[in-house]
């Protein structure tokens, strides 16, 4: 059994071989790490046709996996030089005009855990959100909103863009919140209903016996939502909504929940709750954070909460 490097190098050695001849003799091989958001590594292999700029990579990490898993070396090589032999038959990420004027009405933002991202946030504009967290500044050219194509903002496109970053950030703040609105939804509705009322459309609190005991909050397309806890008033509105404080769980980077709050509730056992999900439910590249934490509708604050259920050990950090 290959390692991981040993597998790249015998695939970057002989994909050669299950290319059409015409092809092999134009082609040159060479391997990349690409990183994405958590800090999760890609290794890719390229194959670029002499002479040409652009080239397709492929990634590695399943196909390595599949052969741990049993899978004919020979046969995942086969399978990947035919997939080489579609490139030219596939959708590929749109052009992109990285001019002001073209890109300010497709600014939108996302959020994370600087703690997570060390490496990914090494060449990149961010603001920290207080807590550990950071928003970043995605360009979406998917029409549909789903983030298909959507190109983080490293420092690189920033200075291409002739804005600085203050203007960036405020731009993609106020774009996001018209053009992927925040949603918040009662989860059962979110989970069982076809009708899914989002109620920061509403103007008057819910009523008491209205409020349920955990509300999904994210944005229309459903892709990178949890930055909505960030959009401008969102807290506000559904404090406000809710009529009382609520805890704030980091149900993955797509989106958060809400739990009113009330004293049945117990913060270690939502604390709990997070680390385990995070380990046993969420895809590791779509984890937030384990923390949770808790906004305060009369002081119109967010802390981090520790996992005691005593108040007092909440640890308010500074925004």
Known sequence: MLSKSDFMDAVKRNIVNFLPENVAENVEISETVVVKMNDQKLHGLVIREKGSDAAPTFYMDELFERYENGENMEELMAELASHYGLVDMMPGPPEVDLSWDNVKDKLTVRLLEKSRNREFLANMPYVSVGHGLAVIADINMSEDRSGEWRIAINNTVLESLGVDKERLFSDAMSNAKTYDPATLVDMTSALFSPEKANLLDRDEPLAPNEVGSMYVLTNESGSLGAA???????????????????????SSVHETILVPDSPQINARELCDMVKQANRTVVDEKDILSDNVYHYSKDDRRLDKVSAEPNRSEMVAEAR
């Open 228 to 250: 909505t806890l960030f959009y401008p008033d969102v807290k506000e509105k559904a404090a406000e909504l809710l009529g009382s404080d609520y805890y704030i769980l980091p």
